[in-house]
């Protein structure tokens, strides 16, 4: 099912994708470990605010409209099981 924020979550993605080619080229080029973590870290909140996002606009619009007979049982099911990615 696609959401209205999958396109920008794709972006962030590509962004974060083009972000690590560029920290593996600075192992290539030998820059020091302390720069090497701090561009790491930025990759990995990158992935990890696209991830957050993915997950709330899930919970807004797929849970939220579990009006379509799934019952509430299941929507809570479901709600438990992404939640495990956060």
């Not at 561009?39 to 993915?54: D, G, M, P």
Request: proline share 2%.
């Amino acid at each position: 099912m696609k959401h209205a924020s999958h396109p920008d979550i794709v972006i962030r993605l590509k962004r974060a994708q083009g972000h690590l080619a560029k920290v593996l080229s600075m192992f290539d080029d030998g820059r020091p470990c302390v720069d090497l973590a701090q561009q790491l870290h930025a990759v990995e909140s990158a992935i990890a605010n696209a991830k957050r996002e993915l997950i709330h606009d899930h919970i807004e619009h797929c849970l939220e409209d579990s009006g379509d007979g799934r019952g509430e049982h299941d929507a809570i099911k479901e709600l438990k099981l992404i939640t495990k990615y956060l």
